[in-house]
T-cell receptor
Framework: DVKVTQSSRYLVKRTGEKVFLECVQD?????MFWYRQDPGLGLRLIYF???????EKGDIPEGYSVSREKKERFSLILESASTNQTSMYLC????????????FGSGTRLTVV | KQEVTQIPAALSVPEGENLVLNCSFT??????LQWFRQDPGKGLTSLLL?????REQTSGRLNASLDKSSGRSTLYIAASQPGDSATYLC????????FGTGTSLTVIP
């Protein structure tokens, strides 16, 4: 089974801190994605990557950046955390073929105080 | 932009009942549709994936159907159990996955 691992289940950070959320997948998938999930808004795509060192903006990239130095690892960076970035963050991966679905990690619940 | 709607937003049923969750989408030009389950505070677990050329997929007590022309999918759960209590999300793939906001299901023992 594909495994997508997010390094932290819960994080509490202070406003203005630089925050790194890590995601690692073990099935050699080309595609990786970062979403945030908020009540009433559903899942919204922040950034995605189709290859190493490649990144594309999703629907809500403001305040975030990403890094993909290795195929298996996709990091989400909050340059200066703000309280409105308190959310559940979900990482997903998939192979490039469109007939495969997504596999998600278990999520990171980030609270910015 | 693709819009995905799930109705109802919440559903409560007694144990043993068969139930149907609905998902509708506005753009029928999709590659596939995926149903997920999410437990509180957890990530998404894939339940069923239906390719655009397929009409349905089955896994155990779950059956998902897809009608692309009408922009609808249903998830049928047979003989519901308290362990089925969770939020169920559908997602459709075009250039990216678009998610509904989910149906929160409670199965009462």
């Amino acid at each position: 089974d594909v495994k997508v691992t997010q390094s932290s289940r819960y994080l509490v950070k202070r406003t203005g801190e630089k925050v790194f959320l890590e995601c690692v997948q073990d099935m050699d998938h080309e595609n990786m994605f970062w979403y945030r999930q908020d009540p009433g808004l559903g899942l919204r795509l922040i950034y995605f990557s189709y290859d190493v060192k490649m990144k594309e903006k999703g629907d809500i990239p403001e305040g975030y950046s990403v890094s993909r130095e290795k195929k298996e690892r996709f990091s989400l960076i909050l340059e200066s955390a703000s309280t409105n970035q308190t959310s559940m963050y979900l990482c997903a991966s998939s192979p490039p073929q469109v007939n495969y679905g997504y596999t998600f990690g278990s999520g990171t619940r980030l609270t910015v105080v | 932009k693709q819009e995905v709607t799930q109705i109802p937003a919440a559903l409560s049923v007694p144990e043993g009942e068969n139930l149907v969750l609905n998902c509708s989408f506005t753009d029928s030009a999709i590659y596939n549709l995926q149903w997920f389950r999410q437990d509180p505070g957890k990530g998404l677990t894939s339940l069923l994936l239906i390719q655009s050329s397929q009409r349905e997929q089955t896994s155990g007590r779950l059956n998902a159907s897809l009608d692309k022309s009408s922009g609808r999918s249903t998830l049928y759960i047979a003989a519901s159990q308290p362990g089925d209590s969770a939020t169920y999300l559908c997602a459709v793939l075009r250039n990216q996955f678009y998610f509904g906001t989910g149906t929160s299901l409670t199965v009462i023992p």
